[in-house]
């Protein structure tokens, strides 16, 4: 483990510790109502009625509202305004909620929910998506006049003729599972509607302006009249985007008619029953190598499983397509990647956003073609990576930034001692209980959203009198410390304490819609929002203060308190300085906009910039597995990620830690397992997440490469701490037992 | 069946009249407004409910009222004095041995349970006593280093 040796700081340490910390569930207001939702039996079903009159007779019952009662938007979404926020026509998966029932007590709720009545008749069912591509299939959504939620294509070169050119040809196929963001707090949700008019909701989310879009839908409202408010958040990874922003419409919506407080909190299961999933992939993949060690040719089909509702489906999908072949260059390749939908639990965002899939299979692929070729797995991965000017699957030119594969790779291999230990590997056999194995993965993580949105946000920096600064961005605290980052970020860049700095948890009132909190943007596009109205202050700093300093906003520098000019034989005080501003009266205000630059994309090529800059990682870990148990150790891992510029160093080995985690958790244990729609795995116990004796020793290494690009110079670290930790297992699995896993969970048989 | 119930809560008496079969989260985080234990999985799976009954790690989600009469519960507002931190909370936070904070009272409360019992716990000593407490940002590592920078400081040592 690696020993701290200065204290870290987070701005919310103390009020976490303490139990200070108030998530939404810890609110509450007077006269407040409690609210839940009502499920049926059913998995697919065109709903005939609802009778809700037995449940409003319960004494305490306030109101049973159905679809009928939304004055606004039932259905709604991100993309496809296709989810029933309540079931109008058809229930399409077991988590659809149909009513919601709003009671003195939450006690009084969960008893008259029981007394709904549901009437439906039972539709056909369809779980898999490839038969749900057929062209005869039945449509979950006959409006759409298909199952295919998303198709995207990479065409590059001339994919049968690299196969003609190619010495050696493998061809496998990939399955990964349905996976569960379990983050530590439900969902929960508190609105108020207020005297003015406008409905106050808090919830913890990561998207809250999505949320006031969905609530202000619901309601038929302006986007004015909702005000989301942040309060600390459990835990999202992904998994806190539409579900909450759902569950905060419909309490709002019984807010609104009931013109009461409403809280509404989530039992674990009706969340995992609910709740979005990470996609299940299955993958065909055919690589042609020649026998120099040259990949030349990636052919690959990839299906997803959407569920039944879009959600993000396209742009999780999108990214898989982007990142088919890894970061390797391959000159003819042929890539499509599918959604569909199926009456499965939906599936949208979870931290690494449709690349941890791609990467299980084909850093498995490396590994099995240097095998094939005869030759080392580094070695060989050194023969195809993106060097700086190559251009990627894509057709995108890597030169705006350091493309420092090699540079990951080689810390990795050197601080594990790969090649020594490549060596001791089991292979299947060992004179000991226990096959011994080490294994490696490497990649390329497009920052940001890229192609799939309009990317930009905001920051606010308003220094007040006295000389402390409010800062607000529009990025959310997920529990990543994204708050604290920008704090220190702004302290650096003005050259002041972090002291003076408070973080203004900001609302959809105060800040303009800066987008989601996900898609590792926090620190590149947040950062990028507060050094660019640093500029902006700098500028008020150099005219306002022009007779004390004589300079303008280039040469003047903040540090240690002080502001002066560039030869330093004038400086002022920062304290002294606002109290000067304000004697005349100018703002120590500034707003900043950190725009991404262009990126593009023709989905018929699948060719374009997707990304405007890229994070490069490896990971390698080493394993146990035990020869009658079958179980398998993780018992050392080394991690390094170049993210540009390391700006909260503390936070960023905390995400790689809790990302490596999570991968390791993806390899080994998590799964949630359906029967006939029916999600089982609904509690704790049965979805199994790794326990401390399960966590290896893990060594972070931060690899910085100033990144022109970003204004701050950093990258982001969430997913590409997350992506590649299963492949990483999955290849030392293969070095210990000498059998290929092509399956998540990785279930090692007994020997 | 509303009964009053009699214990101490975080070293004062406290007495409440209410249906003694309920469990003691609920009793917390509604009647008492102490929402520092946190609900996580309702079953005693997560830990998240972690309180101190009598110095022994309990999941309140899995206690009812009646199973506490007479007893000491401690839960995380309990901990610091007057604003100063626990050492064990003082560690979490030089380790930086939390992210969402969501675990983070379930956990702390679970150290000092074994801390008190082991005031020397090995490494190995953490791991297995923390194993059931579950925390999703994976910040686990951190939080044994924590614990057992604590124990060393609850000791007299450095």
């Given amino acids: 483990m690696n020993q701290k040796t200065k204290k870290a700081w987070r701005n919310d340490a103390y009020a976490k510790v303490t139990g200070k910390a108030k998530y939404a569930a810890d609110l509450k207001f007077h006269n407040m109502l409690h609210a839940v939702p009502v499920y049926s039996n059913f998995v697919h079903a065109k709903l005939r009625h609802v009778d809700t009159s037995q449940a409003e007779r319960v004494e305490g019952v306030v109101r049973v509202l159905t679809a009928k009662d939304v004055p606004g938007a039932v259905r709604w979404g991100q993309i496809q305004k296709d989810y029933r926020m309540l079931v109008d026509d058809h229930i399409r998966c077991h988590g659809d909620v149909v009513a919601i029932v709003v009671a003195n007590t939450r006690a009084i709720a969960l008893d008259a929910a029981e007394l709904v009545k549901i009437e439906a008749e039972e539709l056909p069912m369809l779980f898999d998506p490839d038969e749900a591509m057929k062209p005869d299939a039945m449509l979950i959504h006959e409006d759409k006049g298909t199952n295919i939620v998303a198709h995207h294509r990479v065409r590059t070169g001339e994919v049968q ?22 983050y530590m707090e439900p969902e929960a949700a508190i609105c108020n509607p207020r005297s003015d008019g406008v409905m106050d909701v808090y919830g913890g989310m990561q998207h809250p302006f999505s949320t006031r879009r969905f609530t202000a839908a619901m309601l038929g409202v302006k986007l004015s009249d909702v005000e989301i408010i942040e309060v600390p958040m459990g835990g999202a990874f992904g998994g806190k985007d539409d579900t909450i922003a759902i569950i905060c419409a419909r309490t709002a919506l019984a807010a609104q008619l009931t013109g009461r407080p409403v809280k509404m909190v989530y039992e674990r299961e009706w969340s995992i029953r609910e709740s979005y999933k990470r996609h299940p992939y299955k993958m065909s993949y055919k690589m042609g190598i020649k026998s120099d060690g040259k990949i030349q040719a990636v052919q690959c089909r990839m299906v997803a499983d959407a569920g039944a509702y879009c959600s993000v489906s396209p742009w999780v999908t999108w990214r898989s397509t982007v990142q088919c072949c890894g970061p390797y260059k391959v000159e003819h390749v042929h890539c499509d990647v599918y959604a569909a939908h199926t009456n499965n639990v939906f599936t949208g965002a979870m931290r690494g956003f449709g690349a941890p899939q791609v990467n299980f299979a084909i850093e498995q692929l490396m590994d099995m073609a240097a095998e094939k070729v005869g030759m080392n797995p580094i070695e060989f991965r050194q023969h195809n990576l993106l060097r700086q000017g190559d251009t990627t699957v894509t057709g995108q030119t890597l ?37 011994y194995g080490i294994g490696l993965a490497l990649s390329y993580r497009g920052a940001s959203l890229g192609a799939e949105g309009v990317d930009f946000c905001s920051a606010i920096i308003n220094v007040q009198q006295d000389g402390s600064i409010l800062l607000e961005t529009g990025v959310h605290e997920n529990g990543q410390g994204a708050e604290t980052t920008m704090i220190m970020l702004l302290a650096n860049e003005l050259g002041v304490k972090k002291e003076r700095i408070r973080y203004r948890r900001a609302s959809t009132s105060t800040i303009p819609d800066g987008g989601t909190t996900v898609a590792s943007r926090g620190t590149i596009m947040g950062g990028g929002a507060v050094v660019n109205a640093v500029k902006i202050l700098k500028q008020i700093f150099a005219d306002g203060l022009a007779d004390e300093l004589g300079c303008d906003e280039n040469s003047i520098v903040f540090e240690n308190e002080q502001i002066r000019n560039q030869q330093g034989d004038r400086s002022i005080a920062f304290d002294e300085a606002i109290l000067r501003l304000f004697s005349r009266q100018i703002y120590p205000y500034a707003f900043g906009v950190f725009q991404a630059p262009q990126v593009s994309w023709d989905e018929e090529s699948g060719q374009g910039n997707a990304y405007f ?4 990682s490896c990971q390698a870990v080493e394993v146990l597995v035990n020869k009658s148990s079958g179980k398998i150790t993780v018992t050392n891992a080394v991690a390094a990620h170049d993210i540009g510029k390391a700006i909260n160093r503390s936070g960023l080995l905390g995400q790689i830690y809790g990302g490596m985690t999570m991968g390791m958790g993806y390899a080994l244990s998590e799964e949630i397992i359906s029967e006939n729609g029916i999600i089982i795995t609904t509690n704790l116990n049965k979805y199994k997440l790794l326990h401390s004796t399960d966590v290896p020793d893990i060594q972070a290494i931060i690899v910085e490469n100033n990144d022109p690009v970003s204004p701050s110079g950093a990258k982001g670290i969430g997913e590409p701490a997350l992506e590649i930790a299963a492949a990483a297992v999955a290849n030392a699995v293969y070095q210990a037992t000498e059998t290929r896993y092509f399956e998540l969970p990785i279930k090692a048989h007994r020997p | ?27 917390l985080r509604t009647d008492l407004n102490l929402t520092g234990t946190k609900f996580g999985c309702g079953e005693g799976f997560c830990g998240a409910c972690t309180v101190l009954v009598d110095n022994e790690a309990i999941r309140s989600c899995q206690t009812s009222l009646k199973d506490i009469k007479g007893k000491h519960v401690i839960t995380i507002e309990g901990l610091s004095n007057n604003g100063a931190l626990h050492p064990i909370q003082q560690a979490f936070v030089d380790h930086d041995a939390l992210q969402c904070g969501f675990c983070t009272p379930g956990m702390i409360l679970n150290a000092y349970s074994m801390i008190i019992k082991n005031p020397n716990p090995s490494m190995k000593d953490i791991i297995e006593n923390m194993d059931d407490n579950l925390c999703r940002c994976g910040a686990h590592n951190r939080i044994v280093q924590a614990i057992q920078s604590a124990a060393k400081i609850m000791q007299g040592g450095k």
């Fill in chain 1, 161 to 182: 003729q690299g196969f003609a050119q190619s010495d050696h040809i493998l061809e496998h196929e990939f399955r990964t599972q349905f996976i569960e963001h379990a």
């Fill in chain 1, 399 to 435: 030169d705006t930034h350091r493309v420092s594969l090699d540079q990951v790779l080689d810390t990795v291999v050197d601080k594990i001692d790969y090649h020594t230990k490549l060596k001791r590997c089991s292979r299947g056999k060992s004179k000991s209980d226990e096959l």
């Fill in chain 1, 613 to 616: 800059t890229w994070v490069y």
């Fill in chain 2, 1 to 27: 069946m509303n009964e009053k119930i009699t214990f101490t809560l975080n070293g004062e008496p406290i007495s409440v009249t209410t249906d003694s079969d309920r469990m003691l989260l609920w009793v």
